[in-house]
């Protein structure tokens, strides 16, 4: 039965990671019709696969992936059979069903040394194997989806569902009575919740007609680095922001390059009829007073004052 919210049935694929879970949580909350399907219930770098899970479907938001950014150095070629020609099957079978496509994808598509917020036209310069594989996806559907496709870049993602740099600070808030934190990479610290709840409005503007296809920015407004992160993380769980120590990224050397500088300008929304995402400060607020942050926090509590 088709849902006129939603005009349509959706396919979230990656729907066992931690976005692809906010997803469809975000989906079933708005009584839209769909169907998600983990890495177990689908391949997508299996075309047969693909286009039988395409059947009957009015739009897909991909949150499949290769994530392991340090592995892709070793493995660029496995990665961008799943970032890369992965993206090129599932936009070719949109296309064939006239279907559109939330595509996500990665600041790590830019190169990383900008000095003020990137616009979503930046010309694009990978600094990593990951980076690469992702941008394989982004012109696969530019080129195969040119008006039913929508490549939306995240970054700093936290949730719930999946590891992440603000559940691993807590946990080590439990276990260290300091941390060192690399102070000289600035980005957007963005909330799973609130980056899903984006690609639905985004989602039913596109099959609305008001979205126009290409790039979006799906990051929180404001900016800092992980260390501003990892102190506003202590501050608002009650812990001692002290606790948290500046360092720089030569201390923490790892195979892939990080870019520095992963601010994203969010100027492209207005043209959707929606307005940027809100404060990373105020995202982050609310995800910590979720129940599962909220538990690792009071752990992490309770291990001081023991």
Not at 11 to 22: E, R
Not at 46 to 72: E, F, I
Not at 231 to 260: H, K, M, N
């Amino acid at each position: 039965m088709t849902d006129d919210r939603g005009k349509g049935r959706w396919l979230v694929t990656g729907a066992a990671g931690m976005l692809g879970q906010d997803v469809v949580a975000e989906l079933r909350r708005q009584a839209i019709e769909a169907v998600g399907l983990g890495r177990a219930e689908l391949d997508i770098t299996d075309p047969d696969a693909v286009r039988t899970a395409l059947k009957g479907v009015t739009l897909v938001v991909n949150c499949a992936g290769w994530t392991d950014v340090d592995g892709a150095e070793t493995a660029e070629e496995a990665a961008a059979a799943v970032n890369g020609a992965g993206v090129r099957i599932l936009a070719a079978a949109c296309a064939a069903n006239g279907a559109r496509l939330l595509q996500i994808s990665t600041d790590y598509v830019l190169p990383g040394d900008a000095s003020e917020p990137y616009a979503e036209d930046a010309a694009t310069g990978p600094v990593n194997a990951y980076g690469r594989s992702k941008l394989i996806g982004e012109q696969a559907v530019a080129e195969l989806l040119p008006q039913d496709g929508y490549v939306v870049r995240t970054a700093w993602l936290y949730g719930e569902h999946g590891p992440n740099f603000v559940a691993t600070m807590l946990k080590l808030a439990a276990q260290r009575d300091t941390l060192d934190v690399v102070d000289d990479q600035q980005g957007q610290p963005t909330w799973s919740v609130a980056l899903a709840r984006r690609l639905v409005e985004l989602g039913r503007a596109a099959l609305a007609g008001q979205a126009p296809a290409g790039v979006y920015h799906g990051t929180a407004s404001g900016a800092t680095t992980w260390f501003g992160l990892a102190r506003e993380v202590y501050r608002l769980c009650g812990l001692d922001p002290e606790r948290i120590r500046p360092t720089t990224s030569a201390s923490f050397v790892r195979p892939a390059v990080r870019p520095a500088f992963s601010v994203l300008g969010h100027d492209r929304w207005s043209q959707a009829g929606l307005a940027p995402m809100g404060d990373w400060q105020e995202q982050l607020a609310g995800a910590l007073a979720t129940p599962g942050f909220a538990a690792t926090a009071r752990l992490a509590r309770d291990s001081r004052a023991g």
